[in-house]
């Protein structure tokens, strides 16, 4: 038997939470677990400029055959644009299966292309990155990011990276930091980018929430930055969120080089790597943004939409701390109107996440992290009634 060895994995705990959510027939129940943005409805719709984009690409797609190892070029030009504010001869775009695919290429790049160099992760971070780096025998060190006060600890994030090997990568959560959506001032950015010049470290920027945060040029401003101040750097970009494309998987590594030669000699790499790993990107959803991207009306209908789902996150936020305030609970959830996007850590304790499941139906992750996307702006006064209830 040549599979009597093998054990089974423990299920992922979010997904766990979907099919928990599923199964639940109190028709009042809130889903806070899963990192998808919804409307008023529940539902996470399809953003009325992709349809349209849809619709041009059936009636005029000719063909499905493959694209390149470096994916829609368009797509890859102008969504250089978008995440660095302009089209540079020392910047590219390499089209990945989403955000996850853009983490992995680059993992595999810096285990391919810079043998011995160790990453340094937040604490916490999106749990994916910790399996994705190390999964890549990549060795991976932490920093801190949030407190035992749940408020950030820059100067903790600072003393940890000055420790940091020189020549290592730190990744770096660009806006709309997942999970805890605490978000660095531009006075820290700053300060990171004063210890990364000193310590020589690469950035490797995770940037899947342009636009959830302050305004699409407004999140970009760390990562626009770094690239003027730096002469190398990584980003990953996913079109998930912002595009509402969250199945079609897609987004790009994007890279900055000293200069054009390097630039050229590093994609290729990334070409090789890929072709090894999925060989060519699925083409759909990069098609569907480099159509919307490249029309100016089309684009201008993207962004209202992207800023309507933005303001929506801003006003459940603050909407919920407001309803907390009859329980006498505002100030201590003050933080969670301070946040960006679309998580939050509430600061509530696994054994009071336990209880707004059993006895209320409300799902988050057992850590306090809550997908305030996922709430119901109408019954936000229920949603802090059995917070007020597991808080007693």
Request: hydrophobic content about 45%; charged content about 20%.
């Amino acid at each position: 038997m040549h599979f009597q060895a093998i054990t089974r994995v423990p299920g992922d705990p979010i997904l766990g939470l979907m099919e928990a959510y599923a199964k639940d027939p109190n028709p009042a129940k809130f889903d806070l677990g899963v990192g998808v943005f919804k409307d008023a409805q529940g539902l996470t719709p399809v953003p009325q400029a992709v349809k349209i984009a849809e619709q041009r690409l059936v009636e005029r797609q000719a063909s499905k055959s493959y694209v390149g190892g470096h994916g829609d070029a368009a797509f890859g030009r102008l969504l250089c644009e978008l995440v660095l504010g302009e089209v540079s001869p020392l910047a590219g775009a390499t089209q990945t299966p989403g955000g996850t695919g853009a983490l992995r290429l680059a993992a595999e790049f810096i285990q391919r292309c810079l043998p011995g160099r160790g990453i340094w992760l937040s604490n916490p971070t999106w749990p994916i990155h910790e399996t994705i780096f190390a999964g890549a025998g990549l060795k991976v060190g932490h920093y801190p990011y949030v407190g035992a006060d749940n408020r950030l600890d820059v100067a903790g994030m600072l003393a940890a990276l000055e420790t940091a090997p020189q020549g290592d990568i730190v990744l770096l959560h660009a806006c709309c930091h997942n999970p805890t959506g605490f978000d660095l001032s531009r006075d820290d950015w700053g300060k990171v980018l004063e210890v990364v010049k000193r310590r020589s470290l690469l950035p490797l920027i995770d940037f899947a929430y342009q636009g959830f945060g302050d305004g699409l040029d407004e999140d970009a401003w760390a990562v626009r930055l770094f690239a003027a101040e730096l002469p190398e750097l990584l980003i990953t970009s996913s079109c998930s969120k912002n595009f509402g494309l969250y199945r079609e998987r897609t987004g790009a590594l994007l890279v900055r080089c000293a200069d054009a030669e390097k630039l050229l000699d590093v994609r290729s790499q990334l070409a090789f790597i890929a072709r090894n790993l999925w060989s060519t990107p699925p083409d759909h959803g990069a098609a569907v943004v480099a159509e919307i991207l490249g029309d100016p009306e089309l684009k201008s209908l993207w962004v209202s939409e992207v800023e309507a789902m933005r303001q929506r996150i801003a006003r459940l936020r603050s909407g919920l701390v407001e309803a907390l305030a009859p329980h006498g609970l505002s100030e201590r959830f003050a933080h969670i109107a301070e946040q960006r996007g679309m998580f939050s850590y509430t600061g509530l304790s696994p054994a009071q996440v336990a209880a707004l499941r059993e006895r209320h139906s409300v799902y988050m992750v057992g850590t306090g992290r809550a997908n305030v996307a996922g709430a119901d702006e109408a019954r936000l006064d229920t949603l802090a009634a059995a917070i007020a209830d597991v808080c007693r």
